[in-house]
């Protein structure tokens, strides 16, 4: 029974994962650059979150769209600042470095705005829990919330990818940025919509995060936002059900390893199985193997 | 669009200028009105470190509430031997590089003795400074070992081992229970050192360990699988030898998957209650301070730290509040006066803090020649949100 247990866990935990690395792989499939700072805003929008809630006493689920439509601003603002004057700069490690300072600049704005101890969330999920097998299994309200979310995401944006005209346009632009642009696709708009839509997302990671795990500080984001890279490179980075497949088996492995092997080198095991899926298989469980064209 | 992206850099640049100009006013807070020049000789300059934002700022911030307490009532009674104190507190942001950069700021600033630094990481590196330079050091609060590794280094709290010894000790002096289930952080100084010689005093104490999981600051957030084999255990009672952030995401989870375990902490669960009360009914932990007691000195304490502060104290508050009160003593038992050298000062202070007894607000403490404190343990069990005392 313990072992179901620590599935579920794990599935809510990679769930949280998936919905991060979903926003590290979008980013990564059209603009070809890591988004460093995507943990941070995951932190922004938690405290988005709880500052309206527990200062204007907004409704949670306003809050989260609230916290959703701020994020998505700064997604495009920190793209249009940051990263778009760098685009075409002669080595990639430009845009990268500047995404690390972003990821500090964001931390430290925090630290000044919000103060460096660590706030209590509340509890907003006000789903049951359920009990089953005489209370020897219980799954948290919070944890059945993060699954379906997560769900939703996948299914929402892989419609949305496929079938709609702006997704369709996000595929070709990541495919070949020149053709696109040739065939009359606004790439800067596509790539604006990708920065937003990530980090839409990560507001409402940031709010699953915090709930799931009650406790924020201007570091929350990093350490999840280290694993969700390395669920979207375990995945196969650029793919999005393969940053949803890479996310939720990283939860399962971390909390299996912590259950059945040693709960001091959780992470290092999960780190473990990320070099021998890389060995194995160099573009991750997903990725497609392009040729590049000389 | 061109001037779109040229507001927007505005803006940015703006942004950037105000979080300085915000992170300077920050700083000048913390230096508590330290404008005496460093060649004013006619005072005692006692420098504190500790972390005053960060995660463990509400620690720093009750060690520097709590010795400017005791400064501002010595300097009000005429000081040591007549000799005002000043008492300069540096950020550490429990960091030791930070530590040690904010211990050569107070050097630069012609400080005397250290108190500090308040958690234990910062404490290691600073007392490894303080004894190449012999400056007095007394931490109030730093419970590693190595804390207080040079003859120049006190302190007033336990130190881990001892926090471990002696919580096994209490757990079956008052028969907490028989079979007992961990959570520690194998990553920090502070955790593993209670854990392993809780573990060593345990057997002696026939208590068994029948669950010992451990967690890495890096992996502080999911504690479901640490809590499921404790639960599977069938231990009669959870030790949780950590800080309270971690504790209160323990106890939510344990409710959330409704498990109910006895719950016995240390000195680093004291804080919970300002962080979050919620679930914290009935756990218990080792604190050598309760702001309800009901002694004179306690209550006086409590009376003037609230008129303030606006809060109750915490253990760290008092801990401070000792360590100032013990330099006091051990300075006019030394009768040391404030144009001698740091060095000199620190060789008589060190013998003079084993001559000593100071009735603290954390018991009748004498010193050891290795700088330990020799007191008795208390502890604490919340009941209606408060501290009440466990005999």
């Known amino acids: ?294 | 669009m061109k001037n779109l992206k040229k507001v927007l850099a505005l803006l940015f640049v703006a942004v950037l200028l105000v979080s300085t100009v915000a992170g300077c006013g920050k700083k000048e807070d913390s230096d508590n009105g330290g404008s005496g020049s460093s060649s004013d000789e006619s005072v005692f300059k006692i420098g504190g470190i500790g972390p005053l934002t960060g995660e463990a700022a509400v620690y720093g911030v009750a060690v520097k509430n709590g010795a400017e307490l005791a400064v501002k009532e010595i300097n009000e009674a005429g000081g040591i031997d007549g000799v005002p104190i000043e008492f300069k507190m540096e950020d550490d942001v429990h960091d030791a590089e930070k530590s040690v950069n904010a211990y050569n700021t107070l050097k630069d600033w012609g400080m005397q003795m250290v108190m500090g630094t308040v958690t234990s990481d910062p404490c290691i590196a600073v007392q490894s400074e303080a004894a190449n330079d012999n400056i007095f050091l007394l931490t109030p609060s730093g419970t590693a070992v190595d804390a207080i590794k040079g003859p120049n280094a006190f302190r007033v709290c336990f130190s881990d081992p001892d926090q471990g010894t002696k919580s096994a000790e209490f757990i079956a002096d008052h028969d907490l229970g028989k079979k007992i289930a961990v959570i520690y952080d194998s990553s920090i100084t502070y955790s593993k050192g209670i854990y392993d010689n809780f573990v060593k005093e345990a057997k002696n104490q026939g208590l068994e360990i029948v669950s010992a999981e451990a967690y890495t600051t890096d992996s502080n957030k999911d504690f479901k699988v640490q809590l499921q084999k404790a639960k599977d255990s069938n231990a009669d009672l959870l030790f949780l030898p950590i800080y309270y952030q971690e504790a209160s995401l323990i106890l939510k989870q344990a409710d959330a998957m409704g498990y109910a375990p006895k719950v016995f902490g240390c000195d680093g669960l004291d804080g919970i209650l300002n962080f979050d009360a919620e679930g914290t009914e009935g756990v218990m932990l080792l604190t050598p301070f309760v702001a309800n007691a009901d002694d004179e000195l306690t209550k006086h304490f409590v009376e003037s730290y609230k008129s303030s502060y606006k809060e109750t104290p915490i253990q760290f508050a008092a801990d401070a509040y000792d360590a100032i009160y013990a330099i006091k003593a051990a300075a006019e038992d030394a009768k040391i006066t404030p144009d001698m050298s740091a060095s000199d000062i620190s060789d008589k202070m060190q013998a003079s803090m084993l001559n000593i007894e100071v009735e603290g607000l954390t018991g009748t403490i004498q010193w050891k020649e290795d700088g330990e404190p020799n007191k008795e343990p208390k502890a604490v069990i919340i009941e209606d949100g408060e501290y009440q005392s466990l005999d």
């Open chain 1, 1 to 294: 029974m313990s072992f179901i247990s620590y599935l579920i866990n794990g599935i809510s935990l990679g769930s949280i994962y998936a919905i991060i690395a979903l926003g590290y792989t979008m980013v990564y499939g059209i603009a070809k650059m890591l988004n460093f700072a995507h943990g941070d805003v995951i932190m922004i929008g938690a405290f988005v979150v709880l500052n309206m809630v527990t200062l204007a006493g907004v409704n949670p689920i306003i809050a989260v769209l609230i916290s959703m439509a701020v994020c998505t601003l700064l997604g495009m603002a920190i793209e249009k600042i940051a990263y778009k004057p760098l685009r075409n700069a002669s080595s990639p490690l430009a845009v990268l470095i500047t995404a690390i300072g972003v990821s500090y600049f964001l931390q430290n704005l925090a630290l000044i705005i919000f103060g460096a101890d660590a706030k209590s969330f509340p509890n907003l999920i006000t789903l049951p829990s359920i009990s089953l097998a005489d209370g020897k299994l219980v799954i948290t309200g919070t944890t059945i919330a993060t699954i379906i979310t997560c769900v939703i995401i996948l299914l929402g944006l892989t419609f949305f990818v496929n079938k709609t005209k702006q997704g369709r346009a996000m595929k070709a632009v990541s495919e070949d940025k020149g053709a696109a642009m040739l065939m009359g696709i606004n790439v800067n708009a596509t790539i604006s919509l990708t920065f937003a839509i990530g980090s839409g997302l990560a507001a409402i990671a940031g709010f699953l995060l915090c709930s799931a795990y009650p406790s924020l500080t201007p570091y929350t984001g990093a350490m999840p936002g280290i694993k969700a890279f390395t669920a979207a490179v375990f995945g196969g980075i650029g793919s999005i059900p393969g940053a949803m497949i890479g996310g939720i088996l990283l939860g399962v492995i971390e909390i299996l390893g912590k259950a059945y092997i040693s709960s001091q080198v959780a992470d290092a095991i999960v780190f473990a199985v990320l070099i021998i899926v890389l060995l194995v298989k160099p573009t991750g469980l997903f990725g497609k193997n392009i040729q590049e064209k000389v």
